[in-house]
């Protein structure tokens, strides 16, 4: 082997070295278990240039390891590969407006540990930070890793969030994180590289890896909860457009003179379907006189009325409650139907509070876009709720940093570091 530059071809497209080696790395690790004769094939290139580079990740920079012998149809059993997942560790860190949950993971995105503090937003932007900051470093004790050993942090925030500078924007969850240089902050107090993305992105991310988008590279994931938001997977990457922050499903207008939005505009999506919108409209039916079981129920105090009140109202024959969640969902439906004939995709993800809702809302969601997408999308599209936990923002954006790791980037500090 030459210089960093020499190196093969791959898929007619000319790769240097170090592009070369974080291919074969990331084949390892989606891979799992494999051989070097594996590696040539699945590749295209030669055995030679992959055995030593096998050697070097193994011997030199240890960052895989031999793990037993191959199957083989005769002859010597060649010799299987896997990822050292110990050699570091990531935290993924999810910042909502009322958890933040934060989990170790080794090299391979495995959960070790998990912790979840209240975000007690209203405390400020310095309490929040400091919340944060202490949740890294609890992780770190319960592990019991040196800290040197900590490859990364990867932090998903709920809002606009510009990933390429990691600068949260708008962040209606925390007061004060707007404009907030969160990446550069957190670098700084631990030394080590941060990313940071919106929590919709990371959940695409996780579901992507460990969940039911495991086997699709096009997908879109929609959460609908306090706000509206999209990740799309386009040819088995996230999506996040030149500005770094793609996928603001929520701000289309669905209502030319709807609601005045948070974002300033009028009749976002966002405005009319999240958790917050629906509350808004069913305060307006009950002040205009509708008749509903729902009245009685929070006894004229508005501060008590909840998705959970509507919902159930709706479930139990409340015509106004029905009214509100089948039309919520019918909203949702038009996005969707919009976003599925831009990106032709065959799975929908769903993930939100609004799902609490049950059938009602889903089967809207189902007839809307059969309705309004192309006939074509509509008939093979997969419409499902995410099969991943309350941990999944922590997970993808831990899964992010991971990723980046292995990919051409700022972060590929498997390489430098040893
Ligand atoms: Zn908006």
Known sequence: MTDEKSSGFFEGRFYNKKALKLKILDLIRNKGLITKQQIAKELGINITTVSDLVNQFKDKNRIIKETGDGSSSGGRKPKVYTINSELGYIVGIDVGGTNTRGILTDLSGSLIHYLKVKTKAREGKDAVLARVISVVNELITLAKIPREKLFGIGMSISGIINSYEGISIFCPNIPGWENFPIKQIMEKEFNIPVCIDDSVRCAAVAEKRFGIAKDHDNFIFISIGKGIGMGAFIDGKIYRGSMGLAGELGHITV????????????????????????????????????????????????????????????????????????????????????????????????????????????????????????????????????????????????????????????????LKKF
């Not at 009325?305 to 509507?310: D, G, K, N, P, Y």
């Not at 029905?322 to 004939?341: D, H, P």
């Not at 006939?375 to 997969?382: G, Q």
């Open 255 to 414: 209502s030319e003179d709807g609601p005045l939005c948070n974002c300033g505009n009028k009749g976002c999506l966002e405005a009319i379907a999240s958790g917050p919108g629906i509350l808004k409209r069913a305060q307006e039916g009950i002040k205009n006189g509708i008749v509903t079981s729902i009245s009685k129920e929070i006894n004229n105090n508005f501060e008590k009325l909840s998705v959970e009140i509507i919902s159930r109202a709706a479930n139990e024959g409340d015509k106004f409650a029905y009214y509100l969640i089948n039309r919520t969902g019918e909203y949702i439906g038009i996005a969707i139907a919009a976003a599925l004939n831009l990106f032709g995709s065959d799975l929908v993800v769903l993930w939100g509070g609004i799902l609490e809702c049950g059938d009602i809302i889903l089967d809207a969601i189902k007839r809307t876009v059969k309705m309004r997408a192309l006939e074509f999308i509509s008939k093979r599209v997969r419409i499902e709720k995410t099969s991943i936990g309350d941990n999944i923002a922590a997970l993808g954006a831990a899964q992010t940093f991971i990723d980046m790791l292995y990919s051409e980037s700022d972060y590929n500090i498997l």
